[in-house]
């Protein structure tokens, strides 16, 4: 039964086994396990990474889908007192290599699929599935005490200068904000998360953390499948679901005019900004949508709109506990949102310059702009200006630009994103070709995939005989899309 539970300095998993063993606590495919089960498969887990040298204070990383193990290797490290360092499985090589290099984790654990993309890791690396199996004959330690200031996870998000930088949760961040979510979205004896969210995402480990806290089962997918969330909805008495934008749109058209079940009482809508056009779509069809705000230096919601006022502007009040206020706010009151409240971050792992420019005096500036009406509700307008949202993966301009530049034929690039019905905005590159050199954007393209993720690469890359710039001589991205 869903009831919520205090953390403590127990481990959360041990604790949730303790009150509800037989309780429902995962499903993945044809494999359903209960809390006790799930906790005595957590407790091996934690003694394989023992014998293999990592203990309290480490930092391990992780390349892999979203799976069982995974789960467990999250429920594990609290256990052990390791650091979780979640890695996103779509960047390229280069990239992997780079954010390893300044995690300086103990251990490297993938699963079959992303050993590839470690080339070039100099850290100790390990197969997940074959290690983490293999028979621990030695007794089960104790489990290490849960420090709610002791980091739990450190999750890559590339800032405004593109420079990837490693954000620093605490257990007390991530409690705050599965305590705040279930205040603001209620929780009931029949909820059942279904997650399709990446886990390298905080709002899709959020709903990890949530579930043991909550008692709700979690229905775990290994990727967004519309076929398969739409089978999910039909047949697994699922309640709550989070997507981002484009996932709701091809959800939709997955289940064309169909209403949405009646066991599903929530959508979450977050990682972008969503298009007034697709929620009208979506509550025009009795879909239960709630539009929410949130980054994951803020362990993920900030604020959250329930199903029954998502028509209304905005994403909603802010969550208990969250403070929202707008700095710098113009005639129409529209000015950058800073946040402050228990969920907020540490700060930038190994990056005190960085964390310095966005937390002052418990404040985190967020570089978002937004307004808040009279009755608190926030309003978000643009996100990070330069940064392109598609498909709820953030892509920086800098980053992208940093290695079109890097190829022979251009001399000078620029980034943008434009808008697109399905992604909400895709990455589009203009470029000023080198004098006496041959262009070829396809070639371009295929420079830029083996060194970025595929979401990061331009669409379209044009090129232009000069880029728009500020009289300081800064690039004008924005001048660069084109009207609607």
């Known amino acids: 039964m869903a009831e919520a539970v205090l953390p403590s300095t127990t481990p959360w998993l041990a604790a949730r086994a303790a009150r509800d063993p037989e309780g429902l606590a995962l499903v993945a495919g044809a494999i359903r396990l209960d809390w006790r089960t799930l906790a005595a498969r957590v407790d091996a887990v934690a003694a394989r990474l023992a014998t293999l040298g990592v203990g309290p204070g480490d930092r391990v990383a992780l390349a892999m889908e979203p799976s069982i193990r995974l789960v467990e290797l999250v429920h594990a490290a609290q256990r052990a007192g390791v650091a979780l360092v979640v890695l996103n499985t779509r960047l390229a090589a280069p990239e992997i290599a780079m954010l390893v290099a300044h995690a300086e984790p103990a251990l490297v654990l993938h699963d079959a699929a992303h050993g590839a993309t ?76 279904l997650s399709v969210l990446p886990l390298h995402h905080v709002g899709g480990l959020s709903i990890v953390m949530r579930s043991v806290l909550d008692g709700t089962p979690l229905v775990l997918h290994p990727r967004f499948d519309p076929a398969a969330v739409r089978h999910a909805l039909a047949h697994d008495g699922i309640t709550l679901l989070s997507l981002v934008p484009t996932m709701l749109h091809r959800l939709l058209d997955e289940t064309g005019d169909a209403a949405a079940p009646a066991s599903l009482r929530c959508v979450l809508v977050g990682g972008a900004a969503l298009a007034p056009e697709l929620a009208a779509r979506a509550r025009a069809r009795g879909w239960p949508i709630a539009p929410t705000y949130g980054l994951t230096e803020a362990a993920s919601q900030v604020a959250t709109a329930t199903p029954d006022d998502a028509s209304a502007p905005g994403v909603g009040a802010p969550l208990a506990g969250t403070r929202v206020r707008i700095d710098g706010a113009d005639a129409d009151g529209r000015g950058e949102i800073h946040v402050c409240g228990p969920t907020i971050m540490r700060g930038y792992f190994r990056d005190d310059d960085a964390t310095r420019a966005v937390l002052r005096d418990g404040w985190l500036h967020t570089g978002d702009v937004g307004r808040l009406a009279a009755d608190g509700r926030l309003e978000v307008f643009d996100r990070r200006s330069d940064v392109v949202i598609t498909g709820g993966e953030n892509v920086y301009p800098t980053e992208v630009e940093s290695v079109l530049l890097a190829h022979p034929a251009i001399a000078e690039a620029a980034v943008y994103g434009v808008p697109d019905a399905e992604w909400g905005r895709r990455v589009q590159a203009a470029v000023v070709v080198r004098a006496g050199a041959a262009f070829d954007a396809d070639a371009v393209r295929a420079w830029c995939r083996t060194r970025l993720a595929g979401y990061k690469i331009p669409r379209v890359i044009v090129a232009v005989a000069d880029l728009p710039r500020t009289a300081s001589g800064k690039i004008r991205r924005r001048a660069l899309v084109p009207e609607r």
């Open 118 to 193: 470690l080339a070039g890791v100099t850290a100790r690396i390990v197969e997940a599935h074959a290690e983490l199996d293999a028979v621990v004959a030695a007794p089960r330690s104790s489990p290490i005490a849960v420090d709610s200031d002791a980091i739990a996870t450190i999750l890559y998000t590339s800032g405004t200068t593109g420079r990837p930088k490693g954000v620093v949760l605490t257990h007390g961040n991530h409690a705050a904000s599965a305590r705040a979510s279930r205040e603001r979205l209620g929780l009931r004896s029949d909820d059942r998360w």
